[in-house]
């Protein structure tokens, strides 16, 4: 475990793990677009960086949408969220396709958790739909789709960010 400072993470205060494989983060990306396909259509997707860019392209995929831009946005270092950062926002020709207000365009990230960064990216993009695969109850009420809420004390552990590793049975004390 990184520690920097004797201040809990935000992953050591939620506690409850959650573990996503590859297997069924595509399930959940593939539920959520059946989900989008009602709302759509949409003229480009727009992904927040960098968790976005994985249910993005599933969500791409699915949808036949071949304009995808990025909102890179840099918060978290890890698992402690600091200051929030736009280190990029989305192209002239994007905004264009979005009227200037996001109109018709598809904001897709992979969760929301206290809703920071998807406030940011709304407050940039008013008038496009926003799709999460997770939502925590603090940030869902920004989401207009998201797939699966989890409880604000779980951490949500992607694929990209894990390995398969050697669990102790119970009787050896494991949790
Ligand atoms: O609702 P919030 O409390 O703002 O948290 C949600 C954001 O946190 C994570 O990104 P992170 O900043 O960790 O960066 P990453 O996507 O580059 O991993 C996640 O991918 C969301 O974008
Ligand atoms: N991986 C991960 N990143 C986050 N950023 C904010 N909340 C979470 C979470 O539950 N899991
Ligand atoms: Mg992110």
Request: with cysteine; hydrophobic share 40%.
């Amino acid at each position: 475990m990184v520690e920097r400072n004797s201040e809990p993470s935000a992953q050591e205060r939620a506690g409850r793990p959650f573990p996503v494989s590859w297997d069924q983060f595509h399930r959940d990306c593939r539920a959520l677009t059946w989900r989008l396909n009602e709302v759509g259509p949409f003229h480009a997707v727009v992904a927040i960086t960098r968790g976005g860019l994985v249910p993005a392209a599933i969500v791409a995929r699915e949808l036949g949408l071949r304009v995808i831009d990025t909102v890179c946005v840099a918060s978290y270092d890890h698992d402690k969220q600091g200051d929030l950062k736009v280190l990029k926002g989305i192209s002239e020709q994007t905004a264009k396709l979005g009227g200037g207000t996001g109109k018709g365009l598809l904001i897709v990230d992979d969760l929301v958790d206290t809703g920071k960064t998807g406030k940011l990216v709304r407050e940039l993009l008013p008038d496009a739909h926003f799709a999460t695969v997770y939502a925590k109850p603090k940030g869902r009420p920004l989401v207009d789709t998201y797939i699966t809420e989890v409880s604000q004390d779980t951490w949500i552990f992607f694929p990209w960010d894990t390995a398969l590793s050697f669990q102790p049975p119970l009787r050896d004390g494991a949790a």
